[in-house]
């Protein structure tokens, strides 16, 4: 189905209400029958058909369908947070005694529900380079039951071989799953690529206005009917019916932002490669990255985020440099039309906690939909000093 088809039509059954251009928000928390039989048929399939709100909402029926085309996904379920969706995928797979393959430095939330939570409930995990392959391969156990992978990562921007990974844990009868939030769908399918489920951070492109948390979890229609059935229906964490009405109206400039957005990222990354108070530049889509060919051939661009080594003495330097800043905000996550810094020095100092395992020249950027000229100007009188 074409792009401009999922995004400004999938799913809307205009004539359903009064031909609203905009869908309507179902602000209702259940549903009622105008006969025994009607109510009976309705528990037929509780997902599809609207019974109570926690399972089915007709708002949040559309966001699903537009979700599910763009991955290339039979179906979805969205949640309300990227966290509740990965968890909800995660536990979804395991069960006391199984063993989660999973690659270095995931996002943080995710790393403490494989560190801290699951073992809990007997479930272990080994983390690995997923760079190489033979890394996962020989992480395997035979109790192994998920492969989980972030490709490329939100930070240093890691790949794994997706084709490869779904080759390998489908001979091992291992189900994968994958964080896509960098590249959205605009920019990678893992599932053409064979992976299983496909969750998001909707927080960051999809919604893209940062005002709306929302977790999205892509995969076939028996993995989505056994997650809704169990996992989805007793954890709860749904995403509610005007969020999602505001998700729908992110999704019409989906195509629009996430280009621009890496288009600008592109030429900041090219900027800053040739300054020389950076050390180095990690951006997927630079000649310069370990990784550029994998990068060129699993996915259609490098997105928004790049980070960069500054070539500073000192966190003090560092500091100094940050606080000339003008035009970039000072913030965690990414994908809103705001472009964001994020020194690793700010994960230093913080009082009782432990400093940032990254060195403290290690910055984020996240470009959002300002002019490219105008930020890079603002980086060039940030760096003279
Ligand atoms: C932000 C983020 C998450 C968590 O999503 P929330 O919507 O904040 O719960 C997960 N993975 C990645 C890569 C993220 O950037």
New binding site residues.
């Given amino acids: 189905m074409h792009l401009s088809e999922i995004l400004n039509h999938l799913g809307e059954d205009r004539e359903l209400y009064f031909n609203a251009v905009s869908p309507p928000v179902i602000q209702s928390s259940n549903f009622a029958f105008p006969t025994l039989d009607s109510f009976r048929q309705a528990f037929v399939n509780e997902l599809e058909n609207t019974v109570y709100t926690r399972g089915n909402n007709p708002t949040v029926a559309i966001l699903r369908k537009k979700l599910a085309a763009l991955e290339r996904s039979e179906d979805c379920l969205v949640f309300s947070?990227?966290?509740a969706a990965?968890t909800t995928a995660v536990l979804s797979q395991v069960s006391a005694g199984d063993h989660i393959v999973c690659v270095e430095a995931p996002?943080s939330?995710?790393k403490t529900l494989l560190t801290k939570f699951l073992p809990r409930f007997g479930v272990s995990h080994t983390f690995v380079d997923g760079r190489d392959i033979a890394n996962i391969r020989q992480a395997i156990q035979p109790n192994t039951k998920l492969l989980y992978l972030?490709s490329p990562n939100?930070l240093t921007y890691e790949l794994q071989d997706l084709t490869a990974c779904a080759a390998l844990a489908k001979s091992c009868g291992i189900v994968t799953c994958i964080?896509n939030?960098?590249c959205s769908p605009i920019f990678q399918r893992p599932i053409e690529l064979g992976i299983d489920m496909v969750v998001h951070?909707g927080?960051?492109y999809f919604n893209g206005h940062s005002d709306v948390?929302?977790?999205v979890l892509c995969s076939s229609k028996s993995i989505i009917q056994k997650v809704f059935d169990l996992e989805y229906m007793t954890l709860g964490g749904i995403l509610a019916p005007h969020d999602a009405a505001l998700v729908i109206r992110g999704l019409r400039t989906l195509d629009l932002r996430v280009r621009r957005s890496a288009e600008s990222a592109m030429k900041v990354a090219q900027y800053l490669e040739q300054h020389p108070k950076v050390l180095r530049v990690l951006y997927p889509g630079l000649p310069s990255f370990p990784q550029y060919e994998l990068a060129r051939q699993q996915m259609d661009s490098a997105g928004g985020l790049l980070s960069v080594y500054l070539n500073m003495e000192t966190i003090e330097e560092v500091e100094a440099w940050f606080h000339r800043l003008k035009r970039f905000l000072l913030a965690v996550?990414w994908g809103g039309h705001e472009s964001l810094v994020l020194p690793t020095a700010g994960f230093y100092k913080i009082p009782g906690r432990p400093d940032s395992p990254q060195p403290w020249n290690l910055v984020r950027f996240y470009i959002g939909l300002e002019d490219a000229d105008w930020l890079i100007e603002d980086l060039e009188q940030a760096l003279a000093g």
């Fill in positions: 947070s990227g966290s990965v996002y939330w995710t972030e939100s964080d939030s960098y951070s927080t960051k948390v929302v977790g996550s």
